[in-house]
């Protein structure tokens, strides 16, 4: 009985994740889902008890033509689109244009949430100009760099990097914990806030990317700031009681998995 239950378990979760693709790959059921799914978030934020801490890092900004970035963990996207506002500018996000990025995208362009469409891991020409034009123009960028597959809490490009250095922005890390939440099994142990939970929000230091170590260390300035964001993120969750999440392996990653089934490595 035991063996069925886990054989129908499994079936059912294959099930609805062919049907989550297919509704992702309609437009009028992507504005259905995320019009729901806004609802919801909003009336669950109503109920929350939200800390905010360091916003003064980026509160010097706010009456000024200066641009930064804002960088945040994928699994940490529930609540961003309503704390990034707190900034007073307007805010552009990075996404892939595939099904599930265009989800995302109408979820935040309905918190004002401005598009660029591209994504972490193969930004075009247009991604990397329009992001750049945003900052230089005294706007937010704001994006997960281990989306849109990870590999989890990883820098995965040098995106975030790049544009620092080209506009001379600085990065902002953006960390959200919670202490009623529920980490789901999978890739990014996406966080869901539970009502009437206590939530912290709290800002790193501002990083900067200077252009000698942007072409002479750049593996070692990207190793610095994941261990900036991993270690900010841990140090929240264990302050609201949530259990310590590591980075993901590269090997055992969905990201490694795709290049792998594409060729790109052996």
Do not use: C
Request: net charge positive.
């Amino acid at each position: 009985m035991e063996k069925f239950l886990k054989h129908l378990s499994k079936k059912i979760k294959i099930a609805f994740k062919k049907f989550l693709k297919a509704v992702i790959r309609n437009k009028f059921l992507v504005e259905v889902v995320a019009i729901l799914i806004v609802f919801f978030a909003k009336l669950i934020f109503k109920t929350l008890r939200v800390s905010l801490e360091n916003f003064e890092y980026v509160l010097r900004y706010k009456n000024t033509d200066k641009g930064y970035i804002v960088l945040f963990w994928h699994g940490r996207s529930m609540l961003s689109p309503f704390m990034v506002h707190k900034t007073g500018k307007n805010i552009y996000g990075l996404f892939s244009n595939h099904p599930d990025g265009r989800l995302m995208a109408r979820i935040f362009g309905l918190n004002k949430v401005m598009p660029i469409w591209g994504s972490t891991s193969s930004s075009t020409p247009s991604t990397i100009r329009n992001s750049i034009e945003a900052l230089k123009n005294g706007n937010v960028l704001a994006f997960s760099p281990d989306g849109p597959i990870g590999p989890r809490f990883t820098i995965a490009t040098s995106s975030p990097l790049y544009f620092a250095m080209k506009t001379g922005a600085p990065i902002i890390p953006f960390y959200i914990s919670a202490r009623r939440a529920k980490l789901l099994n999978n890739w990014d142990r996406y966080m869901v806030v539970k009502p009437f939970s206590k939530v912290g929000v709290r800002l790193g230091a501002p990083f900067y990317v200077s252009e000698k170590d942007f072409k002479e260390n750049l593996e070692e300035v990207k190793a610095k700031l994941q261990d900036v964001m991993v270690r900010g993120q841990q140090a929240l969750d264990a302050k609201y009681g949530l259990p310590k999440i590591e980075p993901e392996v590269f090997e055992e990653s969905r990201a490694y998995a795709r290049l792998k089934g594409s060729g790109k490595i052996k």
